[in-house]
């Protein structure tokens, strides 16, 4: 049974930073690309960021390049999402996902149908 349980959501005020972590179990983490993905109140649910199971390719939205930076660390099962210089329209439920495939690139990053396991999502509010 594959389990993913994000944590490191929280309120801050803009231009603060945050944590993301996202724990995996229930298989062989390093072969499986993953995702972050946000959904902000009244949007759908957004890719923000992805990265191969070996950790050499990433990609991330436009809308957080150089503030966010994604990675993981294969040993201990874990995916992470540093969040910096956030802003209000960074406010959003964050959830972590796992790929069957190690990497895609392009339209894969963001293409929810790419992802087949979700964790149950961290809050982050951004406030002015």
């Known amino acids: 049974q594959v389990q993913l349980v994000e944590s490191g959501g929280g309120s801050v005020r803009t231009g603060g930073s945050l944590r993301l972590s996202c724990t995996v179990s229930g298989l062989t983490f390093q072969v499986h690309g993953m995702g972050w993905f946000r959904q902000r109140p009244g949007l759908e649910r957004e890719g923000v960021s992805c990265?191969?199971?070996?950790?050499?390719?990433?990609d991330y939205a436009d809308s957080v390049k150089g503030r966010f930076s994604i990675s993981r660390d294969n040993a201990k099962n874990t995916l992470y999402l540093h969040m910096n210089r956030l802003k209000v329209e960074d406010t959003a439920m964050y959830y972590c996902?796992?790929?069957?495939?190690?990497w895609g690139g392009g339209d894969w990053c963001g293409d929810r149908d790419e992802f087949q396991y979700w964790g149950q999502g961290t809050q982050v509010t951004v406030s002015s």
């Open positions: 996902a796992v790929s069957d495939s190690f």
């Open positions: 990265i191969s199971g070996s950790a050499n390719s990433a």
